[in-house]
């Protein structure tokens, strides 16, 4: 089961709170098209999807059991 970035947000926050989630042009030059294309990205790339293991693990079996 995959689990939206809108439902980690319902998860953290209060269901009064409205996000927009909105594309920013990265100060790296980092995109979708190369972030593969050297390894100082992929580094980049990799700590930041590390990250959300470390923020997110304990709750994915929470969000599992919700509706």
Known sequence: MLFSSNQ???????????????????????????????????RLVFSELNKISRYFADKVQVLAKRP
């Open 8 to 42: 980690t947000l319902k998860y953290c926050f209060p269901a009064q709170i409205t996000f927009s989630v909105v594309g920013v042009p990265d100060k790296n030059g980092i995109q979708k098209e190369n972030w593969y294309t050297t390894p100082e990205r992929v």
